[in-house]
């Protein structure tokens, strides 16, 4: 028996909509997300689709796209796959992630099922100037309390110190590990720094885990005494801290900024040329401080420092957030200097903009992609365009 073309075309719509869906609603498992990157990085058409479809200005143009369009049967499929009985207020009765699912899944079967081929939407775009620019990787810079300075990316794996009742040690690629073997007499503070396309994981001596992102510092003890464990940070970090009642542990992003946990995982990004200093809580609860201010973060929510005041966000893009420490961007309605903020920092890159531009973009990519990948993704929306000279990258008109 032959197969049927367009089942399985009505087969991979409901799967790729699933997965789209599954990225606005962050719900995708690691293998999800790798299966549709696959999806997206087959072909610009795919690219510029996704980019559409994730879109939530787009949302609404679709919803009232698939009403006109000869889709009442798929439509109807979708609302009873979503447990909606009454397709026509679907807009009305449900949230904004379960729209776009709902919306995902009827303009994707168009698409795929009802859409002749020959009249698949044609892309045209200026083809950004291919570029030698490769991603970051595992790079730091370690000076110990006596001003040894280690190159860390040039270092081989095994023991750097054992004496005073620590022990420093390079586990592997991108991992350098502190322990305690006995009791420090004082505090000797050792600093890590990490370059422009660079990043690093630390493990502390009380067994808190740190991932390092491109150009961040972090100074800390080699081992903690006293009442409270306290660190210092420029730049961003991911912190997995390690439960101790008796003994807070602190990260200082300022002279009157701080952070303050027991035991609980958290993403700080404090950088300079950032307006404003992001504190986001994953799991257990964290005390944010400001000169003028204190507030608790419960899991899911972000605190802004912007000068003296705290804001709350109280439904934090957690994905977006932690992405680039699990080897991703993440950008949902982020602007593209936001964007290119990021991949200054991480393709070690400086970004000329000859123009201004209000185009805000959802996308997910590999870090590991090189940079010409990223602009290209971003350029087949049409409403921006780049050029790469050596480490240059000019935002054009």
């Given amino acids: 028996m032959k197969e049927n073309p367009a089942g399985h075309s009505d087969q991979n719509a409901y799967r790729i909509a699933y997965l789209v869906a599954g990225f606005i609603r962050k719900t995708l498992t690691e293998a999800e997300h790798d299966e549709l990157d696959q999806w997206i990085e087959a072909s610009d058409e795919n690219m510029l689709l996704f980019e559409e479809l994730t879109d939530e200005k787009n949302i609404e143009a679709n919803l009232a796209w698939m009403e006109n369009v000869q889709t009442e049967t798929a439509l109807k499929k979708t609302s009873r796959q979503l447990q909606f009985t009454d397709p026509t207020k679907i807009k009305r009765r449900i949230a904004w992630p379960f729209i776009a699912a709902a919306c995902l899944l009827a303009v994707l079967i168009g698409v795929y099922v009802f859409r002749p081929a020959q009249t698949a939407p044609s892309i045209t775009t200026k083809q950004v100037a291919k570029s030698h620019v490769q991603p970051g990787g595992n790079k730091a810079r370690l000076t110990l309390a006596n001003g040894t300075v280690i190159d860390l990316e040039k270092r081989s794996n095994g023991l750097i110190r054992n004496e005073s009742g ?9 991992a350098i590990m502190y322990e305690k073997l006995s009791e420090g007499r004082q505090a000797a503070f050792n600093q890590i720094d990490i370059p422009r ?20 510092t972090l100074k800390f003890p080699e081992q903690f005494t006293g009442s409270e464990r306290i660190v210092e940070l420029s730049g961003e970090a991911f912190f997995d801290v390690a439960k101790d009642t008796q003994h807070p542990f602190i990260v200082r992003i300022s002279d009157k900024d701080q952070v303050r946990v027991l035991g609980t995982k958290f993403n700080v990004l404090s950088y300079h040329d950032e307006d404003t200093k992001k504190i986001t809580l994953v799991e257990g609860s964290v005390d944010v401080r400001s000169e003028t201010s204190n507030v608790k973060l419960m899991p899911g929510q972000q605190a802004l420092i912007s000068n003296v005041n705290i804001a709350i966000e109280k439904h934090a893009d957690i994905e977006s957030v932690t992405g680039w420490k699990d080897g991703r961007f993440v950008f949902r309605d982020a602007d593209i200097y936001n964007i290119m903020r990021q991949a200054e920092r991480w393709y070690d890159v400086n970004v000329i903009y000859r123009r201004t531009s209000s185009q805000h973009f959802n996308f997910s990519i590999s870090r590991n992609e090189p940079l010409s990948k990223l602009l290209h993704l971003m350029e087949l929306t049409g409403k921006v365009h780049f050029k790469t000279e050596n480490k240059t990258v000019y935002v054009l008109p």
């Fill in 166 to 174: 620590i022990k420093i040690e390079k586990t592997g690629d991108g």
């Fill in 197 to 216: 396309g660079g990043q690093y994981i630390l493990s502390l001596s009380d067994g808190t885990k740190v991932w390092m992102n491109a150009l961040s």
